[in-house]
């Protein structure tokens, strides 16, 4: 081998033993019956939550997107009431401890790509 080749495989060694950990995890949206002044995840590196704003500006859908596994509390800040919801997420589901007014709903994930087989080639035929 080149030194060339063996320095590249080296580098390509080296990257591939820093690549991080990626969790897939699924996203939720909460839709709540009055608007939303702020949420707060206790623990930003476990769940984010953000407030979207429509063109209403209703800010009445927020999107939750756990982020590594862990114990957090999400805190819900409308004009009258605080609501404090406990998350707990793990490798293959999020938790969300059950609360009036609020309803977690899971994003759908994306479409599946599949191939159509064509049938078996018959010999003689044209």
């Given amino acids: 081998m080149k030194k060339n080749n ?3 495989l080296l580098i390509l060694l080296v990257c591939v033993a820093f ?5 897939a995890f699924d996203n939720y949206i909460v839709h709540t019956q009055k608007p939303v002044n702020k949420v707060v995840s206790s623990d930003r590196n476990i769940v ?9 500006n209703e800010k009445d859908t927020i999107l939750i997107s756990p982020k590594s596994e862990g114990k957090a509390f999400l805190i819900f800040e409308f ?7 406990p998350v707990t997420v ?3 589901r999020t938790v ?7 309803e977690f709903v899971k994003m759908d994930p994306p479409p599946m ?5 064509l049938p078996p080639r018959t010999e003689g035929v044209k």
């Fill in 6 to 8: 063996v320095f590249y």
């Fill in 19 to 23: 690549i991080p950990k990626v969790f």
């Fill in 48 to 56: 984010t939550a953000n407030v979207l704003v429509t063109i209403m």
């Fill in 79 to 85: 004009k009258d009431e605080t609501i404090t919801v």
């Fill in 90 to 92: 793990k490798k293959n």
């Fill in 96 to 102: 969300f401890k059950k609360n009036a007014g609020l």
């Fill in 113 to 117: 790509l599949f191939q159509i087989d």
